[in-house]
């Protein structure tokens, strides 16, 4: 007797074959491995610590952070002002928690500017022991206000060698510098107003230490067409921040689709931080539940 006909049912070859691929199944469970594809991209999460409130003591914060249940915050410059006390109970609260300082902003002096460049450098350096003592291996540069009639050729050089010189003192300390351009509606006289300018001086300069800080809360606001900057320069990105335009709260109140982002920052296999930087409109443990929810679900679709 012949084969059943494809169209009646399955054969006794393909009869056979399943048979096989359902006993190796099997026998891949009892030994507690998969026959399924590996697990997907997992997102790196982090919480610029400012946004939950300035008046509050940055333990204090931290505790919202764990709630939240992200491994990480960034900081800004005021750690250069914390008494021995207060930075001892910032360890001390990071060794409980188990979170990590993903990232630090080193200070606020003009990148573009020749005459501060030796100053700018010094308050790199000044960062270091801080970032030693709070395991952090990121530095997060602004490059604050422009000189007045300085071409443009003369500002991106200002600001190469600047960039240069901040690499000669932190490479050997294995830290990196992330340069953040800032929009002008957040600042009239920014000298760096837009990532694809920061990828245009950071390739410049040339440095593999030396990065892009890619807000695209900023850079909605200054140009838009944020997909297609990430193509093409993922290897200058060095983390990714997030707030929804126009009012820098969470992502969905505003006017950027932040899922096809993750999905394409996914896609890209995009593998360093991506950190909250808005102001939660309501209770910020739910919302920054939700944001971290929103990441890794993309992730996990990509």
């Known amino acids: 007797m012949q084969a059943e006909s494809r169209g009646e049912g399955i054969n006794r070859r393909e009869f056979g074959a399943l048979g096989i691929s359902v006993a190796i199944g099997t026998a891949l469970t009892a030994l507690g491995l998969s026959a399924q594809r590996p697990s997907a991209?997992?997102?790196?999460?982090?919480?610029?610590?400012?946004?939950?409130?300035?008046?509050?003591a940055p333990?204090?914060?931290?505790?919202?952070?764990?709630?939240?249940?992200?491994?990480?915050?960034?900081?800004?410059?005021?750690?250069?002002?914390?008494?021995?006390?207060?930075?001892?109970?910032?360890?001390?609260?990071?060794?409980?928690?188990?979170?990590?300082?993903?990232?630090?902003?080193?200070?606020g002096l003009?990148?573009?500017?020749?005459?501060?460049?030796?100053e700018l450098v010094e308050s790199v350096r000044a960062s270091i022991p801080f970032?030693?003592?709070?395991?952090?291996?990121?530095?997060?540069?602004?490059?604050?206000?422009?000189?007045?009639?300085?071409?443009?050729?003369?500002k991106h050089q200002t600001i190469v060698e600047a960039l240069k010189r901040i690499s000669d003192v932190t490479a050997p300390e294995n830290i990196e510098v992330l340069l953040e351009p800032i929009d002008l509606l957040e600042r009239k006289d920014s000298s760096v107003t837009s990532v694809g300018e920061g990828f245009e001086i950071?390739?410049?300069v040339g440095r593999p230490n030396i990065r892009v800080l890619y807000d695209l809360y900023h850079e909605q606001r200054g140009t838009g067409n944020?997909?297609?900057?990430?193509?093409?320069?993922?290897?200058?990105?060095?983390?990714?921040?997030?707030?929804?335009?126009?009012k820098r709260s969470e992502p969905g109140t505003g006017e950027i689709n932040y899922p096809?982002?993750?999905?394409?920052l996914a896609a890209m296999k995009y593998q360093r931080y991506i950190a909250m930087e808005f102001y939660p409109t309501g209770d910020p443990v739910a919302i920054l539940k939700q944001a971290k929810k929103e990441v890794e679900d993309a992730y996990s679709e990509a």
């Not at 006390?85 to 360890?91: D, F, I, N, P, S």
């Not at 096809?260 to 394409?264: P, S, W």
Request: charged residues 20%; contains cysteine; aromatic residues 4%.
């Open 202 to 204: 950071v390739r410049l």
């Open 226 to 246: 944020l997909l297609q900057k990430i193509e093409g320069n993922l290897d200058l990105i060095g983390l990714v921040h997030v707030a929804d335009v126009p």
């Open 59 to 107: 333990e204090v914060a931290l505790d919202t952070v764990s709630k939240a249940g992200y491994p990480a915050v960034e900081l800004l410059s005021n750690y250069k002002r914390w008494s021995d006390a207060q930075l001892k109970a910032v360890t001390s609260k990071l060794s409980q928690t188990g979170i990590i300082v993903d990232s630090m902003v080193t200070g």
């Open 41 to 56: 991209l997992k997102p790196k999460l982090s919480i610029m610590l400012w946004t939950l409130g300035t008046d509050l």
């Open 131 to 154: 970032a030693k003592e709070l395991g952090c291996s990121q530095f997060i540069m602004t490059p604050n206000s422009c000189v007045s009639g300085q071409s443009v050729e003369t």
């Open 260 to 264: 096809v982002l993750y999905r394409k």
């Open 110 to 118: 003009a990148l573009a500017d020749p005459a501060r460049t030796a």
